[in-house]
């Protein structure tokens, strides 16, 4: 399985920002996908998961269940992050994430950056 992330980039705080994560893969849609987040000396956090079935779960960023949004398009191995109300403490690399659960491995994309400044 690889991963692949794009959209990061520089957004204003407030802002909103769209990440998204190709995966080649014939079994995507049975793995779980998502999204986790590191800052500089700070250790890798989750930020939201989605199953199979779209049920999805947070990590304890502040409002992430507000701010946060994790989708995923089954028929294009596309995994997504919806970005709102970008604080100055979101700022991270952002790493796109895939388990398959049956065989217990987990995947990583290589990350992308997302920088809140104004």
């Known amino acids: 399985v690889q991963l692949v992330e794009s959209g990061g980039g520089l957004v204003q705080p407030g802002g909103s920002l769209r990440l998204s994560c190709a995966a080649s893969?014939?079994?995507?849609?049975?793995?779980?996908v998502g999204w986790y987040r590191q800052a500089p000396g700070k250790q890798r956090e989750l930020v939201a998961t989605?199953?199979?079935?779209?049920?999805?779960?947070?990590g304890g960023i502040v409002e992430g269940r507000l701010r946060f949004h994790v989708s995923r398009e089954n028929s294009r191995n596309m995994v997504y992050l919806y970005m709102n109300s970008l604080k100055p403490e979101d700022p991270a690399v952002y790493y796109c994430?895939?388990?398959?659960?049956?065989?217990?491995?987990?995947?990583w994309g290589q990350g992308t950056q997302v920088t809140v400044s104004s």
């Open positions: 994430y895939a388990a398959d659960w049956i065989n217990f491995l987990d995947y």
């Open positions: 893969t014939s079994i995507f849609s049975d793995l779980i």
């Open positions: 989605i199953s199979s079935g779209g049920d999805t779960t947070f």
